[in-house]
């Protein structure tokens, strides 16, 4: 770099002074250079080490809003029917927790197709498959997944409709808190045996647990206890996969669980609220998909049933079950 001439006011060409003016510049250069390299590196590291943007930034999403699970749309690969032979005969069996499901389906399908005769059970989702498999049914309403064996057996699924597990207390339970995903694990494990344990009253807890053949006891052993098996001193265990029966029996010391959609109305009975979440919760810990079973190859009646979960009538009667 070549300096630019330099006058001195005295107008005296003193090699001294333009040496220490040319210092001085050369200092004042490399303090700018500094300067602006350390304003630059600092800016670079603060940025580096600033969280990136998240929802909770974005001013469209206040803060503490709680946003409802989208409830997705299910379809499948059977075309919708436009009609079908009078007296067509369809037998439904399977899940408790997809009974309204089934009567809402069941119901705007014959509204279209009058002649049709559809007949409904809920005797649990294990029991729903099994006649499936010995053919006494023509679908099998699960609130699981199929297991490797039974799709070995000629088994296929179609989703129905998205599903909650809600753990669920009496009104006169005097605990009036939430759980996290631990503490749920730890009662229905044994490991928690007494409310005061978790914020309530010194009192022992019943935990109520439905039966093997139930696809919710099944859901809720892989979901909320992690593959353990329901244990503990004081666990109920119940014979039939009822949840009318178990909600008459918490008191007010109990705890059971059920499909949302079956306790979200009633008014015996408080949902608990896991981690601050509620089962209307995108970010819900405990959810799952409802759906029906049939065997290979379906008949024209299962076709016609499968095909109708993809008309808009079929859609609004599952939104208007849950």
Same mark, same amino acid.
């Given at each position: 770099?070549?300096?630019?001439?330099?006058?001195?006011?005295?107008?005296?060409?003193?090699?001294?002074?333009?040496?220490?003016?040319?210092?001085?510049?050369?200092?004042?250069?490399?303090?700018?250079?500094?300067?602006? #390299?350390?304003?630059?590196?600092?800016?670079?590291?603060?940025? @580096?080490?600033?969280?990136?943007?998240?929802?909770?930034?974005?001013?469209?999403?206040?803060?503490?809003?709680?946003?409802?699970?989208?409830?997705?749309?299910?379809?499948?690969?059977?075309?919708?029917?436009?009609?079908?032979?009078?007296?067509?005969?369809?037998?439904?069996? #399977?899940?408790?927790?997809?009974?309204?499901?089934?009567?809402?389906?069941?119901?705007?399908?014959?509204?279209?197709?009058?002649?049709?005769?559809?007949?409904?059970?809920? *005797?649990?989702?294990?029991?729903?498959?099994?006649? &499936?498999?010995?053919?006494?049914?023509?679908?099998?309403?699960?609130? *699981?997944?199929?297991?490797?064996?039974?799709?070995?057996?000629?088994?296929?699924?179609?989703?129905?409709?998205?599903?909650?597990?809600?753990? /669920?207390?009496?009104?006169?339970?005097?605990?009036? #808190? @939430?759980?996290?995903?631990?503490?749920?694990?730890?009662?229905?494990? #044994?490991?928690?045996?007494?409310?005061?344990? /978790?914020?309530?009253?010194?009192?022992?807890?019943?935990?109520?647990?439905?039966?093997?053949?139930?696809?919710?006891?099944?859901?809720?052993?892989?979901?909320?206890?992690?593959?353990?098996?329901?244990?503990?001193? !004081?666990?109920?265990?119940?014979?039939?996969?009822?949840?009318?029966?178990? &909600?008459?029996?918490?008191? !007010?010391?109990?705890?059971?669980?059920?499909?949302?959609? %079956?306790?979200? !109305? %009633?008014?015996?009975?408080?949902?608990?609220?896991?981690?601050?979440?509620?089962?209307?919760?995108?970010?819900?810990?405990?959810?799952?998909?409802?759906?029906? /079973?049939?065997?290979?190859?379906?008949?024209?009646?299962?076709?016609?049933? &499968?095909?109708?979960?993809?008309?808009?009538?079929?859609?609004?009667?599952?939104?208007?079950?849950?």
């Amino acid at each position: 770099m070549v300096d630019a001439p330099t006058t001195y006011n005295d107008g005296q060409d003193n090699p001294l002074r333009k040496m220490s003016q040319k210092n001085e510049t050369v200092a004042l250069i490399l303090a700018l250079v500094l300067t602006g #390299g350390l304003v630059g590196g600092g800016a670079w590291w603060l940025m @580096g080490r600033s969280p990136q943007p998240t929802a909770a930034d974005n001013p469209t999403s206040p803060p503490g809003t709680v946003t409802a699970n989208p409830s997705p749309t299910f379809t499948n690969n059977f075309t919708i029917p436009t009609a079908i032979p009078n007296g067509t005969q369809l037998w439904i069996d #399977g899940s408790t927790s997809m009974a309204q499901f089934n009567l809402a389906i069941a119901d705007s399908f014959k509204s279209q197709f009058p002649g049709a005769v559809i007949t409904l059970q809920a *005797r649990g989702t294990t029991e729903g498959i099994n006649a &499936l498999i010995a053919g006494q049914i023509d679908l099998a309403a699960s609130s *699981r997944k199929l297991t490797p064996q039974e799709t070995s057996q000629g088994l296929e699924s179609v989703p129905v409709a998205p599903d909650q597990l809600a753990l /669920v207390v009496s009104i006169n339970n005097p605990f009036r #808190g @939430g759980l996290t995903t631990a503490q749920a694990q730890g009662i229905f494990t #044994g490991q928690i045996t007494n409310w005061s344990e /978790v914020g309530g009253p010194n009192q022992p807890i019943r935990p109520f647990n439905r039966p093997p053949v139930s696809g919710t006891h099944t859901t809720f052993k892989e979901m909320v206890l992690q593959g353990q098996d329901p244990s503990g001193p !004081n666990l109920v265990q119940m014979e039939r996969d009822e949840t009318t029966g178990m &909600l008459q029996q918490l008191g !007010n010391d109990g705890i059971g669980y059920a499909t949302a959609q %079956q306790v979200a !109305n %009633q008014q015996t009975v408080r949902i608990v609220p896991i981690d601050n979440l509620n089962p209307l919760d995108a970010e819900y810990p405990y959810q799952r998909t409802l759906y029906y /079973v049939y065997k290979n190859p379906p008949s024209p009646a299962v076709e016609a049933f &499968l095909g109708f979960l993809n008309s808009p009538a079929a859609k609004t009667a599952i939104q208007g079950a849950k």
